[in-house]
């Protein structure tokens, strides 16, 4: 029996190709350079909003500040009645005491009025500097929000790979147990071989001269 050349070069064809196509390799690398595109536009735009919410907060600060120097300005005292009423006493010199009962219940009035007044300011003062801390508050929650955001963007992008990569990683792995079973067919089929032609060697008495050529030796000693 003489040995298959051509089923030999069938197996160190099929040995000598790539177990895993290359065309897995390609698809990995352009996926992985659309992600880390993908990432670095997402970086671009968070460092945009920062700065945007950085200058939305300066802006609330200054016109707390503007509000807190308005309210802070001295108010203008009212005159009282009770100026008024004491000129009127001067020039017409009357002075009555139910006139003079009069001018110290306005008096009263007047410094109430007052007292009121600069607590309304005050109020308006606290209230200014509170609506500037919750509205620094409110861009930083929002600030917060678009990262979250953009985090779970990242993380549903990843996942998606992670399926992509293990749909092409279960593709190779079909494709090296087939290669395997194709291997182990061969390996198979060549000791086969090996074995019928140790057999006819050992019956007929034949010699394996170089690696296609067999000649029987005692015809050959005839020759």
Do not use: W
Not at 6 to 15: D, F, P, Q, T, Y
Not at 168 to 188: P, V
Not at 193 to 208: K, N, P, T, Y
Not at 212 to 222: D, F, R
């Amino acid at each position: 029996m003489v040995f298959s050349n051509e089923r030999a070069c069938c197996l160190l064809a099929a040995m000598e190709e790539p177990i895993v196509p290359r065309k897995f390799y390609i698809r990995n690398y352009r996926a992985e350079a659309r992600l880390a595109q993908r990432r670095q536009a997402r970086a671009e735009a968070r460092a945009i909003r920062l700065r945007e919410l950085e200058k939305q907060a300066r802006e609330n600060d200054e016109q707390s500040d503007r509000h807190y120097e308005i309210a802070s300005e001295p108010v203008r005292p009212v005159r009282s009645r009770e100026g008024r009423t004491a000129s009127f006493v001067s020039s017409s010199s009357y002075s009555g005491s139910r006139r003079s009962s009069e001018d110290s219940t306005d008096a009263l009035d007047s410094r109430d009025v007052r007292h009121q007044l600069q607590e309304v300011e005050e109020n308006f003062r606290k209230a200014m500097i509170s609506n500037a801390q919750l509205d620094n508050e409110r861009t930083a929650l929002a600030y917060q929000v678009d990262t979250f955001k953009d985090d779970m963007e990242e993380m549903e992008e990843n996942y998606l790979h992670v399926q992509r990569d293990m749909k092409e990683k279960s593709r190779a792995f079909d494709l090296l147990q087939r290669d395997y079973r194709k291997l182990m067919d061969e390996k198979t089929f060549l000791e086969d071989s090996l074995r019928q032609r140790d057999a006819l060697i050992e019956e007929h008495g034949l010699v394996l001269v170089g690696a296609e050529e067999m000649v029987n030796g005692l015809q050959e000693a005839h020759g």
